[in-house]
């Protein structure tokens, strides 16, 4: 069983935001599997496909992004998800929108949710999917990840979007660094 978290804010207020780059990301791959978020447990909501038989869980932690290994932890406990079998898809200030960068374990760069998560499973040993919403130096930090992306921006993320439609199949059947070489 693979649990695939994107990290976000609930709430109609966050859509579309920055920060959200991640809960957007599953949606594209739910989107493309049919299925909805119909699940609601563990402080997140999440779905359930299938890749040749095999469980993928798709899990929007629902407790905000600084929160969110409080959610990740639960659900892994519950469903005996050893760290390995975990792929965070999260928003990165230091790349430019649209960019994915995969890597096998990493601090996350100041990223609270993944300073939370790693707090949690006591170890920053944990997959990593970013993908890039750019930076404003001028702007707050804080107002500037909670900032809708412009239609430019838009319009790239979809690109990388409909690239992530095979990404639990591609979790499940390539090795980790085949996954990051197609992926980076």
């Known amino acids: 069983m693979k649990l695939i978290v994107g990290i976000g804010n ?3 207020q966050y859509e579309n935001t ?16 049919n299925v909805d978020f119909n699940e609601s447990k563990f402080k997140s909501i999440y779905t359930t496909i299938r890749v040749n038989g095999e469980k993928v869980i798709l899990m929007k932690p629902e407790t905000y992004v600084n929160l969110s290994g409080t959610a990740l932890i639960s659900m892994m406990n519950y469903f005996n998800i050893d760290k390995d079998d975990v792929l965070v898809i999260y928003d990165d200030l230091a790349l430019p929108v649209g960019k994915v960068r995969v890597r096998p374990k990493g601090s996350g760069g ?5 300073k939370n998560i790693a707090s949690h499973l006591k170890t920053s040993d944990v997959k990593q999917f970013r993908i890039g919403i750019g930076n404003n130096p001028i702007m707050n930090r804080a107002d500037y990840v909670l900032g809708k992306f412009s239609k430019e921006d838009m319009e790239i993320l979809k690109m990388v979007f409909k690239k992530l439609e095979y990404l639990p199949e591609d979790l ?3 090795t980790f660094s085949d996954f990051m070489s197609k992926y980076n």
Do not use: Q, S, T, Y
């Not at 920055?18 to 599997?33: C, Q, S, T, Y």
């Not at 100041?110 to 993944?114: A, S």
């Open 10 to 12: 609930p709430g109609k």
């Open 18 to 33: 920055r920060h959200n780059v991640g809960f957007m990301a599953l949606d594209a791959i739910a989107k493309a599997h």
């Open 110 to 114: 100041g990223h609270n949710g993944i």
């Open 172 to 174: 499940e059947h390539l």
